[in-house]
């Protein structure tokens, strides 16, 4: 059960988000006053799989080693200051938005990257979730530009991650699982930026922007992510980890 934890959380946290709303904008329509829209259905379920996902992984931190807390602590912190950094890359390619709408969302991956090295080194359940709430709580303390909205983004990115590791019982690593889980990051990501700034876009142009944050996720946070961690471990830095013994 400890393995599957999360992901049974996850499960069971969006099937019972999904039926009350079903039931509040379907059932009870006219009373609630409510109405039925898929998007909105879409968003409701990828917060709850990430909030459950976030919840079950919670017991799983006790058995960490304090070298491993360190670990990603470190790697939060290093990937947290270069979020800032890429924000600032993000914003020069503003003009590739009037080329095509969401093609700039193809650099948007590199912010799920801590969901991906971390738990792929350390490979625990609970990784993804912390390595990326931690980063995301670095850009905010280094003044990146969303503000506090930047550690929902980091709880749901790495939520979303964390249920793609759970699947497999925390066993499979390969370059296949690890860009999965940034595209499912990717995913998460939407939804948040959804809730607070993009509910006026276009259906068209959401859609365009998930494909671009798929892409870009298992680019940039998938493969890079396994690029950079096994650079570190060829380098000997990584010998007291999982990834040296598995």
């Known amino acids: 059960?400890?393995?599957s934890r999360p992901l049974v959380y996850a499960l069971g946290t969006a099937i019972f988000t999904l039926a009350v709303y079903y039931l509040a904008a379907v059932v009870r329509a006219k009373a609630e006053g409510i109405a039925w829209n898929p998007i909105h259905a879409a968003v409701l379920v990828v917060l709850a799989l990430a909030i459950g996902a976030a919840w079950g992984a919670r017991p799983s931190f006790e058995g960490w080693r304090t070298v491993e807390i360190i670990l990603v602590a470190n790697l939060a912190l290093v990937f947290g200051l270069l979020f800032v950094g890429w924000s600032m890359l993000w914003d020069?390619?503003?003009p590739l938005e009037a080329v095509f709408p969401g093609l700039r969302d193809l650099l948007y991956g590199f912010w799920f990257i801590a969901a991906v090295v971390a738990p792929y080194i350390?490979?625990?359940?609970g990784a993804a979730l912390a390595a990326e709430v931690?980063?995301?709580?670095?850009e905010f303390l280094a003044g990146g530009y969303w503000g506090l909205t930047l550690l929902i983004?980091?709880?749901v990115q790495g939520g979303m991650a964390e249920i793609v590791f759970a699947a497999t019982g925390y066993k499979k690593y390969n370059l296949g699982v690890l860009m999965a889980a940034g595209a499912a990051a990717g995913i998460g990501s939407l939804v948040v930026d959804y809730m607070f700034w993009y509910s006026q876009t276009k259906p068209a142009?959401?859609?365009a922007m998930l494909v671009a944050r798929l892409?870009?996720?298992?680019?940039?946070a998938g493969w890079l992510g396994k690029v950079i961690a096994d650079?570190?471990?060829?380098?000997?830095a990584l010998n007291s980890f999982a990834i040296a013994r598995e």
Do not use: D, E, T
């Not at 350390?122 to 359940?125: F, L, T, V």
């Not at 931690?134 to 670095?138: R, S």
């Not at 650079?231 to 000997?236: E, F, S, T, V």
């Open 122 to 125: 350390i490979r625990k359940p």
């Open 134 to 138: 931690l980063a995301a709580l670095a």
């Open 153 to 155: 983004s980091g709880l």
């Open 215 to 220: 892409i870009s996720g298992a680019v940039l």
């Open 92 to 94: 020069a390619a503003k």
């Open 205 to 207: 142009v959401l859609a």
């Open 1 to 3: 059960m400890k393995g």
């Open 231 to 236: 650079g570190l471990y060829r380098a000997g």
